[in-house]
């Protein structure tokens, strides 16, 4: 999964099947940086709790916010 520029990276969730209880499709994750996940296809993603798990990271894409949203979400 590639990611954005900024420090923060978000990804959209696109495929929840087998984890409809913990994922929603269409939703907006912050991504946490694993490389190690990453180099076995896993995304690490924060949740509400501020708690992270990981993935297969062909679930999510990643996606580029603007300012205005970024900011938001930083809120």
């Keep these: 999964m590639k990611r954005s520029s900024s420090n923060k990276h978000y990804a959209v ?3 929840n099947e087998g984890y ?6 269409r939703k ?3 991504v946490v940086t694993d490389q190690a996940a990453e180099g076995r296809g896993l995304i690490r993603i ?3 709790s501020q708690q992270s798990y990981l993935y297969p990271s062909n679930r999510f894409i990643a996606i580029q916010l ?3 949203v970024l900011r938001a979400l930083a809120a």
């Design 46 to 48: 924060k949740d509400e």
């Design 66 to 68: 603007p300012q205005p």
């Design 13 to 15: 969730c696109v495929n």
């Design 28 to 30: 907006i994750y912050a």
């Design 20 to 25: 409809e209880v913990s994922l929603e499709k």
